[in-house]
């Protein structure tokens, strides 16, 4: 069983600036699909970036420019950097990892998650 750790949530004001980084039990960052989703307040949760074995990166539009995921093989992290943080990405962020063992197998992590709050 593989096990996701998040950090680096808090509050922040507009504008400023946040890195969260998820750290994996096992040496699985360059094999699987690793993303962070996050889930505000009375919404669902959604994805807004991911980072693939080759090493593509995919961000959603309401983040763009504005957010960068990375990772660290050696160290088994994968990092978020968050930039111009604005009141509507407050929320919890999480942590994803997962990967297609065939077609009717998948493994999918998750981390507890990590609060992060924009607010002047």
């Known amino acids: 069983q593989v096990q996701l750790v998040e950090s680096g949530g808090g509050l922040v004001q507009p504008g400023g600036s946040l890195r969260l980084s998820c750290a994996a039990s096992?040496?699985?960052?360059?094999?699987?699909?690793m993303g962070w989703h996050r889930q505000a307040p009375g919404k669902q949760r959604e994805l807004v970036a991911l980072?693939?074995?080759?090493?593509?990166?995919s961000y959603a539009d309401s983040v763009k420019g504005r957010f960068t995921i990375s990772r660290d093989n050696a160290k088994n992290t994968v990092d978020l950097q968050m930039n111009n943080l604005k009141p509507e990405d407050t929320g919890v962020y999480y942590c994803?990892?997962?990967?297609?063992?065939?077609?009717?197998?998948?493994?999918?992590?998750w981390g507890q998650g990590t609060q992060v709050t924009v607010s002047s």
């Open positions: 994803n990892a997962q990967r297609f063992r065939d077609i009717a197998t998948r493994d999918d992590y």
């Open positions: 096992a040496s699985i960052v360059s094999r699987y699909v």
């Open positions: 980072i693939v074995s080759s090493g593509s990166r």
